[in-house]
């Protein structure tokens, strides 16, 4: 099978790593097309004024097409210009972070694959509860590679991202998996201002989402207390019940 394999965290990053072992390991042939930079936190954004430029990247038995953009772009653009043909699958992680809840919206990984589903391609975004960025996750990868493996995508609607995270710790250590919707918790915002040399202020986020708000049987929850997660997403953004709402109070004019 052809996969495309991206991620947020970079193209040298031990979760994309851990992937391409083990897809390769599965028999499967592998197009990596990654981040050059770090590119957490930029969502689905993509590069409109500047041009996209590429290296290949050799690393032992590793290649890779390494692309100073977004993961958005990455999946464009290999879709478009860099893959020999289309794939049967395109991965994105494993991000060194977990995904849940509010993460979705703001992911670079759960971004790429978004994009991957819009072109309705089969796809999964993975990543971990990590307790440092250079544990080993060799094992989760094989366990996603594997999950892939078990999804009948022909019953699933198109333009759907699978969302898969993984518990902090061994994966033998994980209770087992559950398929759960995502917290309506919200991140509670909060920065650390401190001063520059120079003397101008600048900041840094330490939010968090307060315990208390988060869903019982959620995807946060769950990962919390040790389960492996799996969300199905959608992003069709339509309000419809306020659709009818404001129809009756504009469309009467």
């Known amino acids: 099978m052809d996969v ?3 991620n947020d965290d970079g193209i040298r990053a031990p979760g994309l790593r851990a992937l391409y072992a083990a897809l390769r390991e599965a028999g499967h042939s592998v197009h990596v097309v990654a981040p050059m930079r770090q590119q957490s936190g930029v969502g689905h954004s ?8 590429a290296v290949q990247v050799e690393d032992g038995d590793f290649r890779g097409t390494g692309l100073y953009g977004t993961p958005t772009d990455c999946v464009k653009l290999g879709l478009a210009c860099l893959l020999p043909r289309r794939p049967q699958l395109v991965m994105s992680g494993i ?9 979705i919206l703001y992911s670079g990984t759960v971004g790429a694959a978004t994009e991957a589903a819009h072109e309705e391609l089969p796809t999964l975004a993975v990543s971990c509860d990590v307790a440092s960025e250079d544990d080993d996750l060799l094992p989760q990868a094989r366990h996603a590679v594997a999950l892939a493996a078990r999804i009948d995508w022909q019953r699933l609607a198109p333009r759907r991202v699978i969302n898969v995270n993984y518990p902090r710790g061994p994966l033998s250590k994980a209770k087992g998996l559950r398929v759960c919707p995502q917290t309506s918790a919200v991140w509670k915002n909060a920065y650390l201002e401190r001063t520059d040399p120079r003397g101008a202020p600048y900041w840094w986020l330490v939010g968090e989402i307060p315990p208390q708000t988060i869903n019982a049987g959620s995807d946060k929850d769950l990962l ?4 492996i997660t799996v969300t199905p997403l959608r992003f069709e953004f339509t309000d419809h019940e306020g659709m009818a709402a404001l129809s009756g109070m504009l469309e009467q004019a």
Do not use: C, K, M, S
């Not at 993509?46 to 430029?53: A, D, N, S």
């Not at 991000?95 to 993460?103: H, I, K, R, S, T």
């Open 224 to 227: 919390n207390r040790g389960y």
């Open 46 to 53: 993509l590069t409109v004024f500047e041009p996209l430029r």
């Open 4 to 6: 495309l394999l991206t």
């Open 95 to 103: 991000n060194a972070g977990a995904n849940v809840g509010p993460d």
